[in-house]
């Protein structure tokens, strides 16, 4: 699989990334055995980056990963994520030592010295601003306790606001068909910087895999049935903030314009081929789905219709709903 540099990290990883939130929880259940057939199959694809957080599923998503790599020689780039776990969630909770104390859970949950990279977990718009916070996690990199750090944002201002400090080595944002803004200023000043992108909720939550129609339903412990509208975190994480409806029949046209091409590996691709981006990090609950995302790194780039098509799809039908919220 194609290799591109991530950022100021120093580390090649593959265009095709796993999203590792559904091996943690707020997807239905993924139990022990499915989720390491996930990680195997992701890695025996060629998978080099594996993205993660603290929080998801209270670190089983952390322990998974620790436990499919114990047997394996070929370790992968794992980011993982920090912040989320404030409580109260606000700025004032990401001192020092809550900071430290985040990440030294991680290293020990994942069990490694260094983590490769540690993400700030979509905290409060204010830490994006706080020196004391970078000033830290670049303490952290000199003590070895992390080899880089970036930040993972809602909004592309708080992308842009994180740009400014020389430290930041990557920047994780949600990119998809239905979510250009960041095409706009976020992409091209990450590019300039020499700042890695990682584009999450690629498909939308699985709105962009053409298989859902209007009375689909999902279990009571996953996000597209409780954060609808945004009860539990960022209405955005979830169908990237376009109502279920409209998503539905925006994706039927997404289906159509793919024509021969598997939905969700054509979504893909378009992230794939955006100017900027070092990865996509979909997420997978089976090994049919690694593979089908995997499939996107050898689809060939889309025409300049299906672009123009998909274009219109998002200005008629989505833009409305999410372009000057993000």
Sequence with gaps: MEQRPLGRTGADVSVVGLGTWQLGGDWGDVDDDAAADVLDAALDAGVTLLDTADVYGDGRS?????RALAARSDRPF????????ADPFEAAQYTPANLRAWIDRSRRTLGV??????QLHCPPPAVYSDQRVYDTLDALVEEQAIAAYGVSVET???GLTALEHPGVATVQVILNVFR????????????????GVLARVPLASGLLTGKYDE???????DHRNFNRNGEAFDVGETFSGV????GVAAAREVAEIAGDAPT????????IDQPGVTTVIPGARTVEQVRGNVAAASLAPLTDAQLADLERVYDERIRAHVHDRW
Excluded: N, Y
Aim: overall charge neutral; charged content about 30%; hydrophobic content about 50%.
């Design 113 to 118: 010295e260094t983590l490769d990279l540690v």
């Design 215 to 221: 009375s689909t339903t999902f279990p009571a412990d």
């Design 156 to 158: 592309v201002a708080e």
């Design 243 to 246: 109502p279920f409806e409209v």
């Design 62 to 66: 952390e322990e998974r990963i620790r």
């Design 78 to 85: 794992v980011a993982t994520k920090a912040g989320r776990r």
């Design 264 to 271: 969700a590996a054509f979504a893909l691709r378009w992230v």
């Design 180 to 195: 250009r803004k960041p095409l706009e200023e976020l992409l091209p000043a990450a590019a300039k910087a020499g700042v």
